[in-house]
Every structure is written in C-alpha cells, then in structure tokens.
C-alpha cells in the first residue's frame, strides 16, 4: 500500500462535528463575584450557581465524496487532543489527511477534559488537580533522544523524530486529569454508537479506552490499531472472534524499563485476546524495516510508510489462515 499526499484538493460531502456523553450539574449556595471581562464589562456580575454540562467529547468529522471501508475513529493519548493526528509539527501531513487521501471517512476525538471538550473549573466537582507535560519528561518518554541528551537535543542514531520542530511539539501538550477514563469512556462509546462500526486507531494511553470498547461492544469496532498503547481492560469476554487487535512499538525500547515493561503487558494482553479468539498481533515497526521510529510514530519522518504498514497488516489479520 502506498500513500502520498499528492496536493490534489480533497473532495469532501460533508464535514462537520458533535459532542457525545457528558452528564449535567448543578452548583448551588456559592458567592457571587464582579469580574473585569472586558473595557465594555469591566464590573461583570458573575453568578456561579446553576446547571452546567460537563464531560462530553468533541468529535469533528470529514466525509470524502467516494469513501471506502470502514470509518476509522482517531483518539489520541495522554496530554495530547486530536490536533495530534492532523499537520505534522514540521508541517507534513498527518494521518488524518492521509486518510483521507485513501477514501476512509475519518472522524477525530477531542475526549473529555481535551481540546474543544473543554473541562470542568468548577471546583469540587472533579476530585483532583490538573497536571501538565513537561519538555523534560516528553523527551524521556517519548523517547526522542537518550535521557542524557536533551539539554543538547542530542537525538538517538536514526532518530526520525523530526528534532528541529519540538518546540512545536511542546505546544500541542494539554491539561489532563490523572483518573480521568471512567469519565471518558461513556463518552466516547456514545460517539462511536452515533458513528457506528469502525476502526480505531488510537495513541498510547488512549488505548485503554479503545480497548475496553472493542472488547465490550466488539460489534462497534472492526480493528483497533493501537500505537504503542498502555492501559489493558481488567478482564475480557469469552468470546472475541472476528475482533482484530494490531499494536506498533517504535524503536529505542529495549534501554528503557518503562517501554520494556509496558511492551511485555502489551505482549500478554494479545495473547490473552488471541485465547478468547481475536486475531491479535504486536509489531515492532524495525523488525518490519522502519526503523528510528519514536512513541510519536504518527509525526515522525516517514509517518505515511507506518500508517500504510499499520493498516495492511491489520487487513491481513482478518485474513483466513492457509
């Protein structure tokens, strides 16, 4: 499979977008307060007490006029909105118009407390407190260079993170809550209800929603591609056949305990799908000659050859077996 993005215009029927999920509130017996919102309103009465709607996702779509195959749903991971999957940092295409370019409607999730979902300020509602990525903390996981070398930007041997953009990296990073799935994942259900059958295609800690979802209602999703995912569901059903599960691990994971650990969870819980009659598979992207890639597969240089890998081995797991 071979994808380009040729600069052709993109030929759409319809785009648009939803909120899904979310649940009502009401705040009562707080004080009022006068606020500066403007030079026109500069003595506000504001009143906080009243009914609020929190906790729902924002989902905007894009409907090519000749689509083919199964929509795929793009839900990104921890600290991150869906602007993940659109325009590199370096500004090459991302997957969502890649996508596109194949004929795939594409739909692209801000989940709750991301992006355009917004998030909820009133406080008590939400138990705890918001935290944030730091540049230290993203080079080390994300594994752009060696521990040691991000006060230079020293990047690893064929790193094909594209080094010079990182800055443009660091500003796509978000508030997050740090237990925030079980306020999430009705949410996204509820969109993926309104979207229907599907693929998946999801990014690190994004994964343990898109798996608790194909494995709870397999008859919404036809595949999940999870790239380099964390988060396992905490049991599985009897049955599973006809559920396709493909995950993708970059490079640079066997010096670091943290991926070593998370790709063998990732390991077990294949096998376990398998056992419950998935066809399951775990892929490392060098073995499959692409190698340098890092946890931010989806922007690397040479991202297109990794979606292209991503989605034929995912159609060869449906494949029937010689």
Not at 52 to 63: D, G, H, K, N
Not at 137 to 146: K, V, Y
Not at 148 to 174: C, I, N, S, W, Y
Request: hydrophobic fraction near 45%; proline fraction near 8%; glycine fraction near 10%.
């Amino acid at each position: 499979m071979s994808i380009a993005a040729t600069g052709e215009p993109l030929a759409l029927r319809d785009m648009g977008s939803f909120f899904a999920g979310g649940r009502e509130v009401t705040v009562a017996d707080r004080p009022t307060a006068r606020l500066y919102i403007s030079d026109t309103l500069p003595d506000f009465r504001h009143d906080p007490n009243g009914r609020y709607a929190i906790e729902a996702c924002y989902v905007q779509y894009f409907l090519p006029v000749a689509a083919s195959g199964d929509p795929v749903l793009l839900l990104h991971g921890g600290g991150f909105s869906g602007a993940c999957w659109e325009t590199t940092p370096d500004g090459r295409p991302g997957w969502l118009e890649l996508l596109l370019r194949l004929g795939r409607a594409v739909y692209v999730i801000d989940s709750v407390e991301r992006g355009r979902a917004g998030w909820c300020a009133l406080p008590g509602i939400w138990p705890d407190a918001a935290i944030m990525r730091t540049a230290e903390e993203a080079w080390r996981i994300f594994r752009l260079g060696p521990a040691d070398g991000f006060a230079a930007r020293r990047t690893h041997p064929g790193g094909r993170f594209p080094l010079p953009a990182f800055p443009e990296l660091m500003k796509q990073f978000v508030p997050r809550w740090p237990d925030s799935d079980s306020r999430a994942l009705p949410a996204i259900l509820e969109a993926v209800r309104r979207i229907g059958r599907c693929t998946i295609i999801v990014h690190s800690s994004g994964a343990g929603l898109a798996y608790r979802i194909a494995t709870e209602s397999p008859e919404l999703v036809s595949g999940i591609i999870a790239l380099e995912p964390n988060g396992t569901p905490p049991d599985l059903p009897g049955c599973l056949a006809d559920s396709r599960f493909l995950a993708l691990f970059g490079d640079y994971c066997d010096g670091d305990p943290l991926w070593q650990g998370l790709r063998a969870q990732i390991r077990d819980l294949h096998d376990r799908l398998g056992n419950r009659g998935a066809c399951a598979a775990v892929l490392d992207l060098a073995a499959h000659g692409l190698p340098g890639h890092s946890h931010m597969m989806m922007m690397d240089v040479g991202n297109e050859a990794v979606l292209a890998l991503a989605l034929s081995e995912l159609a060869a797991l449906s494949s029937p077996l010689p």
